[in-house]
């Protein structure tokens, strides 16, 4: 997979893509991912890139023209006439694992990162083909809500993660919070790991993890609970805890 970023502040993006499952994919040839930085598309003196609204109001917003020009030298590089292309922002639509899973199956994918108030309307509609949030609140730009977008993306593509980890991601796993993890020692502090964790039976802790699962995701995210799908299974495990609580 290719992914383009364009940006005002490449080097924001050194340590994150030279790190951990970014930096190994990268090496790996799973993911190239390119920088451009938006400012060295312009044509004026300054390489002015942002301008006073129209209609007055507070802050700047990025021209359109520098935008444009970078997503259309890639396109020309890339050879094609259409890359999906996500511009970044606070106005896009909340990303979740299931648009990180169609962004991955993506040969190519152009992000765009916003960033001062805002960015000029005719880059979200004639020039991006989608425009994501990564959640309600305001970030100062666009390029950590990218990375962002890399990240949950690049770990989906086929080699990057180990297949151990990969079996966690079966659909349904996801919808519910993951079960606590623990490691060594048993007993930290005086506090002890749940003793069904070292019984050695499997069957068990599949179960504890399981309703460990329902509940956490009861308690801390309960708009996540009413679209899973409880098996019956599920149910029992829940009704289980809750005689044991009451
Ligand atoms: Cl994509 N950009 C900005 N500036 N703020 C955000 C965001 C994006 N997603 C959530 N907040």
Known sequence: MRIDILTLFPQMFDGFLSCSIIGRARERDIVDVRLHDIRAYTHDKHHIVDEYPYGGGAGMVLKPEPIFEAVEAVKEELGLSSVPT???????RLLNHEIARQLAHCQHLILICGHYEGIDERVAEHLATDEISIGDYLLSGGEVAAMVV????VRLLPGVLGSETSLVEDSHTYGLLEYPQYTRPAIYRGWSVPSVLLSGNHGEIAQWRRQQSLLRTIKRRPDLIEKAALSDEDKRLLSEAFEIKS
């Open 86 to 92: 996500v511009l970044l922002s606070p106005q896009g």
């Open 150 to 153: 890399v990240d949950c993306v």
